[in-house]
């Protein structure tokens, strides 16, 4: 069974515990994954604004530092890590796609279960599919990495 490396579980500190336990119960199903990202400094974060890898000013990023000292948003990639966007065939990059699309579909399984049976108490939003309607081509910015917790 897959687990979390080192670094993973350094990150996963950094966000709220109802996204810590969505990711430590979705790698207990088998697709081994990797946490790359979690807390932001503003700084990092401007400078992510200035590479048009973020929308939204630091205030409103859910992978800001909030007064508890967790954020709630996370990136996560099954491993070992395909960027859909490097793979030099169509091939792969379906592929590369197709197995970030199966981890989301784990982490909304984990999260709504969970939530439903009051263990969490935030939903999970996902990076490509922002109004959660599960139609992938109504949107602009494709953030498939991304995932967040929401009221
Ligand atoms: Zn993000």
């Given at each position: 069974?897959?687990?979390?490396?080192?670094?993973?579980?350094?990150?996963?500190?950094?966000?709220?515990?109802?996204?810590?336990?969505?990711?430590?119960?979705?790698?207990?199903?088998?697709?081994?994954?990797?946490?790359?990202?979690?807390?932001?400094?503003?700084?990092?974060?401007?400078?992510?604004?200035?590479?048009?890898?973020?929308?939204?000013?630091?205030?409103?990023?859910?992978?800001?530092?909030?007064?508890?000292?967790?954020?709630?948003?996370?990136?996560?990639?099954?491993?070992?890590?395909?960027?859909?966007?490097?793979?030099?065939?169509?091939?792969?990059?379906?592929?590369?796609l197709n197995r970030i699309?199966?981890?989301?579909?784990?982490?909304?399984?984990?999260?709504?279960?969970?939530?439903?049976?009051?263990i969490i108490r935030h939903?999970?939003?996902?990076?490509?599919?922002?109004?959660?309607?599960?139609?992938?081509?109504?949107?602009?910015?494709?953030?498939?990495?991304?995932?967040?917790?929401?009221?």
């Amino acid at each position: 069974m897959p687990y979390f490396g080192k670094h993973s579980l350094i990150l996963l500190e950094n966000l709220h515990q109802d996204g810590q336990i969505i990711a430590k119960q979705a790698i207990t199903v088998g697709l081994d994954f990797s946490i790359i990202e979690t807390a932001r400094d503003k700084e990092t974060h401007d400078y992510y604004l200035k590479k048009k890898l973020s929308k939204v000013p630091y205030e409103k990023t859910k992978h800001r530092i909030y007064p508890d000292n967790f954020c709630r948003a996370f990136h996560a990639i099954p491993y070992p890590i395909m960027w859909p966007d490097k793979q030099k065939s169509i091939d792969k990059k379906i592929l590369a796609l197709n197995r970030i699309f199966i981890l989301a579909g784990i982490l909304f399984g984990i999260s709504t279960k969970l939530r439903n049976d009051g263990i969490i108490r935030h939903k999970l939003r996902w990076g490509g599919d922002w109004d959660k309607d599960f139609i992938f081509d109504d949107q602009t910015f494709f953030d498939y990495i991304h995932f967040e917790l929401i009221e």
